[in-house]
T-cell receptor, first 116, second 112 residues
Framework: KAGVTQTPRYLIKTRGQQVTLSCSPI?????VSWYQQTPGQGLQFLFE???????NKGNFPGRFSGRQFSNSRSEMNVSTLELGDSALYLC???????????????FGPGTRLTVL | GENVEQHPSTLSVQEGDSAVIKCTYS??????FPWYKQELGKRPQLIID?????GEKKDQRIAVTLNKTAKHFSLHITETQPEDSAVYFC???????????FGTGTRLLVSP
């Protein structure tokens, strides 16, 4: 099976702009989680989607949003970009064979966002 | 709140030595504890995981132990090799679905 893919891989934006990142999970996986990775804060959970529904949300401002489509592909959007939003954004998909039971999360390669 | 502490932040060992990384979690409801290895410029990859109903799990040179009472879990790598050099992250399941709370990472350097 193909792994988790993310597009674009690199992005440069300026403050105030908005950005949309895309994630395609492993075929058959319905859960998609998003994480922000920075040198200072490490890996932090943004949100998780399952069957087009956001089931969980981390402690990020409302400028960060996401959605999931019927084919399980997911997008996240950041509006009014700030310098501190510069980070590697990782998505991860999981199978969740049994409802509510944690299963392995497979990570994508990430999108490196630079805000100037 | 949910928190995972990880130590040490850096670890240097000689090839063939053992390496131990320790984590402590705060939420007693956590029941899933994965370990990820991230090489420079690469995605995190799961190397081993353990659930709260198990005290120890081993996979070749890698083992993880869990002490639920103390809320501690540890990664043990034996007979380290230069290709083990990477950043290792521990994580604990958070409240809700598929939310992982990560430790701050340990940079492991294995010298030949």
């Amino acid at each position: 099976k193909a792994g988790v893919t993310q597009t674009p891989r690199y992005l440069i934006k300026t403050r105030g702009q908005q950005v949309t990142l895309s994630c395609s999970p492993i075929s058959g996986h319905r859960s998609v989680s998003w994480y922000q990775q920075t040198p200072g804060q490490g890996l932090q959970f943004l949100f998780e989607y399952f069957s087009e529904t956001q089931r969980n949300k981390g402690n990020f401002p409302g400028r960060f949003s996401g959605r999931q489509f019927s084919n399980s592909r997911s997008e996240m959007n950041v509006s009014t970009l700030e310098l501190g939003d510069s980070a590697l954004y990782l998505c991860a998909s999981s199978l969740e064979e049994l409802a509510g039971v944690y299963s392995e999360q497979f990570f994508g390669p990430g999108t490196r966002l630079t805000v100037l | 709140g949910e928190n995972v502490e990880q130590h040490p932040s850096t670890l240097s060992v000689q090839e063939g030595d053992s390496a131990v990384i320790k984590c402590t979690y705060s939420d007693s409801a956590s029941n899933y504890f994965p370990w990820y290895k991230q090489e420079l410029g690469k995605r995190p990859q799961l190397i081993i995981d353990i659930r709260s109903n198990v005290g120890e799990k081993k996979d070749q040179r890698i083992a993880v132990t869990l002490n639920k009472t103390a809320k501690h879990f540890s990664l043990h790598i034996t007979e380290t090799q230069p290709e083990d050099s990477a950043v290792y992250f521990c994580a604990a399941s958070g409240r809700g679905f598929q939310k992982l709370v990560f430790g701050t990472g340990t940079r492991l350097l294995v010298s030949p």
